[in-house]
């Protein structure tokens, strides 16, 4: 009688929010727990931003808003991408959904049939593969570690290419681990990819805006793939706007047709006033986004510098985004008390009792050995949880 559907049945939780509500819960136990786990600004929504949607309230723009989304915030969006990523779309190329993850799971909703194959270089992002899953799709996962600076190659991707391949997934700057794909490493996978017609490009560019190493780039550039590249992004990341619920898509005409249709079935339009507050944003100068990164640039050395000190993490310079997926494999095995901590789910949990310090584990991104933090906190409570992990983990035997 309660059995819930095979597709339910079969998804994993998502484990970044799974651990914020576990910190949220401590802390409501009057824990005080430093919450590192979920990944959003710790800064707020600008105020020019608030007063667009202000205005929308008191301009009484409370109905149904069309589909795809307003006419004035896609126009935004596709001036955006020509300015900032020299990137030509038509506002019929163009959906607005719930968030970047509800654009995700459109687009691969709208793409891939049952037992179609999506290439997935890891570590990943958590939702990506049982976002895969819902699709009935199967995820080819391309393993990459800390010494690559958890890139692929294009023989990589060459090799995880079979006739049943339909997406590839790429996430730059990454979450989880930082990276920030150059040019030329995306022209790389463009030329693999030009020799496969019938392949598409789910290119998630949610971190653009926070990238330490220069303009971003998108994998959508290289005009002999134009045509099968899906560029996902939003106002969550750079906009410190993570609970609007915005987010889009800029593609080819039939996969946006497919993803209004889908939209229309299952959500209609988005917010009415999210969007409004969004098209400002997305009209703005990139001020706000850089004044962010700046900040989170210099935790982010703060950070690998104290990181350093404490025995057992092993990390990269993560170059965009804003976490640390450091390599603890070294912890592994190792006891407090009778306890064995024996994967990074045991570590993570240890880390949230003993230390009151939320982390996310390696093993929801597709790697074991890691755990991955946010350094979207203050500084001062950044350093407070690291000297908190540092005595933990010097705890262990
Ligand atoms: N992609 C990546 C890589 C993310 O980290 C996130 C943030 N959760 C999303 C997509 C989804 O963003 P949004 O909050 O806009 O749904
Ligand atoms: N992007 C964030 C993270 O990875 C938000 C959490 C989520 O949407 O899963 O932590």
């Given at each position: ?232 992004n939003g106002v969550s990341k750079g906009y410190a706007m993570t609970g609007w619920r915005i987010g889009y ?149």
């Amino acid at each position: 009688m309660e059995n819930v559907s095979n597709r339910v049945a079969q998804l994993a939780v998502s484990e970044t929010l799974a651990m914020s509500q576990k910190s949220r819960e401590l802390k409501a136990q009057g824990f005080n727990v430093i919450n590192l786990s979920v990944g959003e600004p710790d800064f707020h929504t600008p105020d020019f931003v608030k007063d667009a949607a202000k205005k929308a309230l008191d301009e009484n723009i409370t109905f149904y808003s069309p589909v795809p989304g307003f006419p004035d915030l896609l126009q935004a969006i596709a001036d955006k991408l020509k300015r900032e990523n020299g990137l030509t779309y038509g506002t019929d190329q163009i959906v607005v959904s719930g968030g970047a993850k509800h654009t995700l799971a459109n687009v691969l909703m709208a793409t891939v049939n049952a037992g179609d194959e999506v290439i997935v270089p890891a570590p990943y992002w958590v939702s990506y593969v049982e976002l895969v899953k819902l699709a009935e799709g199967k995820s080819v996962v391309i393993p990459t570690t800390i010494e690559s600076d958890f890139k692929i190659t294009p023989k990589q991707l060459e090799e995880a290419i079979t006739p049943k391949t339909r997406v590839l997934m790429l996430c730059s700057p990454s979450n989880p681990t930082g990276s920030v794909y150059t040019r030329n490493e995306l022209a790389g996978l463009a030329q693999v990819l030009a020799k496969y017609p019938n392949i598409l490009v789910l290119s998630d560019e949610i971190y653009e805006h926070i990238n330490y190493v220069g303009k971003h780039e998108s994998i959508a550039q290289f005009p002999e793939i134009f045509d099968r590249v899906i560029v996902v992004n939003g106002v969550s990341k750079g906009y410190a706007m993570t609970g609007w619920r915005i987010g889009y898509c800029a593609a080819p005409k039939w996969i946006a047709k497919a993803c209004q249709k889908l939209q229309g079935q299952m959500t209609s339009g988005t917010c009415s006033i999210a969007q409004k507050a969004a098209a400002a944003a997305i009209a703005s100068d990139a001020s706000y986004p850089k004044m962010m990164c700046k900040a989170f640039e210099q935790r982010r050395d703060k950070v690998i510098e104290r990181l350093r000190k404490i025995p057992g993490f092993k990390t990269n310079v993560p170059q965009g985004a804003f976490y640390i997926f450091a390599e603890v494999a070294e912890l592994l095995g190792k006891k407090f008390g009778d306890e064995v901590i024996s994967n990074t789910a045991d570590l993570c949990m240890y880390l949230i009792n003993q230390a009151h310090v939320a982390t996310v584990p390696g093993s929801a991104f597709g790697a074991a050995e890691y755990i991955r933090f946010s350094y979207a906190a203050s500084e001062e409570e950044l350093m407070e949880a690291l000297n908190r992990i540092d005595k933990a983990v010097q705890a262990l035997q």
